[in-house]
Nanobody, 113 residues
Framework: VQLVESGGGMVQIGGSLRLSCVTS????????MSWVRQAPGKGPEWISS????????WYADSVKGRFTISRDNAKNTLYLQMNSLEPEDTAVYYC???????WGKGTLVIVSS
């Protein structure tokens, strides 16, 4: 199983970023997928998940209304569109198979003024 995140970087408050996670080694379309983040000095925080057919999504209250999770089963890729970014969103963002089975190495997002 491989999960490779990209799209992180530094962005100003109120800005947007789109994270991608290219997957391989498993049948992507048959797994729910998730994003988890870890801020500096804090534990992991689940932020969003999406069901296999994209018809059902879940969000943590901290990102609801600002972040959108999506997937392209034809491309074996998971996405996270992040809008209205705040300094509290600064973290390493991890792509996760299912609800915690396998994790990618993460991509760093820094929101600064």
């Amino acid at each position: 199983v491989q999960l490779v995140e990209s799209g992180g970087g530094m962005v100003q408050i109120g800005g947007s970023l789109r994270l991608s996670c290219v997957t391989s080694g498993f049948t992507f379309s048959t797994y729910d997928m998730s994003w988890v983040r870890q801020a500096p000095g804090k534990g992991p925080e689940w932020i969003s998940s999406i069901a296999t057919g994209s018809n059902t999504t879940w969000y943590a209250d901290s990102v609801k209304g600002r972040f959108t999770i999506s997937r392209d089963n034809a491309k074996n890729t998971l996405y996270l569109q992040m809008n209205s970014l705040e300094p509290e969103d600064t973290a390493v963002y991890y792509c996760v198979q299912g609800w915690g089975d396998y994790w990618g190495k993460g991509t760093l997002v820094i929101v600064s003024s």
